[in-house]
């Protein structure tokens, strides 16, 4: 056990499925959940409880989609929070966050309800991506930001730029733009995305990181005060995240994803896009049905290949 704990380093990977929910899920520990939300939205809003809710969502109709969430929590001024960690490319990964956003509007307002009564919450979805998320220029709109890796989005005239609807937002992280060194730190988010990429393979708290917002990671990340059963499902979580890594590189370097991508970009016929399309549908189909056959679970498989649950369990 221990030259298995030696070779899984010395703090638990924020970055798996077990390491986000360890860190970010746990009543005990929500002030971590806290502290990173309040980073990102740097004063525009002030955190100061949380109250975890289900994750699950089942639709309305037997034919709806059940979705799953990674984190969904209530803040203390009854604004609704969704928190993703997606560790794998997913080309329609902003449609599933509207979806998710969407989903749990609708469910603000009780069936049934007379009047003119609208009134919503705030609903907020975050996420931290593994990946670009506009690579290829999928988006066709050159980001000139200092702050690349950061999408703080929100309802707005496009016109006169001004926030349209201030009670809806999207803020994103892709960590593979994050490339800032100790020094270069300048914020508390800074510093947490640093904390994110780097804390699987650092031995101490460095001083550059504010101890009374990260003592508490370090505190109770140390892979060896994990239980038995802690240590076996991070393990797994760990093993999971690398296979399904492994898998899709194996996949994009077969060329057929980029093959796709470019061949969209150039600007195909209707025709044959759709057929690409039939394409991608089938690689997504192969390569869950080889997830499947690893033994990663059903739902982190669903999330990864943007396909349903039903069609992955199908296979």
Not at 97 to 112: D, H, P
Not at 126 to 135: H, P
Not at 205 to 215: M, N, V
Not at 228 to 239: C, G, I, R, V
């Amino acid at each position: 056990m221990a030259k298995s704990k030696k070779h899984l380093g010395k703090y638990v990977d924020p970055r798996t499925d077990f390491g986000w929910k360890f860190y970010f899920g746990r009543e005990d520990n929500k002030i971590l959940l806290i502290e990173f939300l309040n980073s990102l939205f740097h004063g525009e809003k002030i955190i100061s409880d949380l109250r975890y809710k289900p994750v699950e969502q089942d639709g309305d109709y037997e034919e709806m989609r059940r979705v799953v969430f990674d984190l969904h929590c209530i803040g203390s001024d009854g604004e609704v929070f969704i928190i993703e960690m997606q560790q794998l490319f997913q080309e329609f990964f902003k449609d599933r966050a509207v979806y998710y956003t969407s989903r749990l509007i609708n469910k603000q307002l009780a069936r049934g309800k007379k009047g003119s009564d609208y009134y919503l919450p705030e609903v907020y979805f975050i996420g931290i991506l593994e990946f670009d998320m506009d690579r290829n220029g999928s988006s066709g709109i050159s980001r000139v930001t200092e702050r690349p890796y950061f999408y703080d989005v929100a309802l707005c005239d496009k016109l006169t730029k001004e926030i349209f609807y201030d009670k809806l937002g999207y803020k994103m992280i892709s960590l593979p733009l994050f490339n800032k060194q100790p020094e270069e730190l300048k914020t508390v988010m800074d510093q947490w995305l640093y904390l994110l990429k780097h804390l699987s393979t650092m031995d101490r708290l460095p001083s550059f990181l504010d101890k009374r917002i990260f003592g508490l990671i370090f505190e109770i990340g140390e892979i060896g005060k994990l239980t038995e059963e802690e240590l076996m499902s991070y393990e797994a979580s760990l093993k999971h995240k690398r296979d399904a890594e492994s898998v899709f590189n194996t996949a994009m370097k077969s060329g057929e994803a980029l093959g796709h991508a470019k061949g969209l970009a150039e600007g195909l016929a209707e025709g044959k896009a759709k057929g690409l399309a039939e394409g991608e549908r089938k690689k997504a189909l192969e390569t869950a049905k080889a997830f499947k056959e690893m033994g990663l679970p059903i739902a982190d498989i669903a999330k990864g290949t943007g396909l349903s649950v039903e069609e992955v369990e199908k296979l």
